[in-house]
């Protein structure tokens, strides 16, 4: 198993200050739906303000960061929520 990332080293990818503010409030386990890891990723599904669910991975190798939201930021909240929950 790929070694956890700590806090200060997730949130320093965070593109503003605001997608780490906002990430907090995602990194809780009754926002997310089939999460899992492995050595190489992370990923899982973020329930959104609507209907929509959010499909996020992280590429711990790279890293390289996806998310199905609409967000222009990279990583977004989900991807970087996603990572502090990890």
Do not use: N
């Amino acid at each position: 198993m790929s070694q956890r990332w700590d806090r200060g080293q997730v949130l320093g990818l965070a593109p503003d200050a605001a997608a780490g503010r906002a990430a907090d409030g995602i990194a809780k386990p009754g926002r997310w739906a089939g999460a899992g890891c492995d050595d190489e990723a992370v990923w899982g599904e973020c329930q959104g303000s609507g209907k929509a669910v959010y499909r996020a991975c992280a590429d711990l190798t790279g890293p390289a960061f996806r998310c199905s939201c609409p967000s222009r930021k990279i990583p977004c909240k989900h991807v970087l929520g996603l990572l502090l929950l990890w």
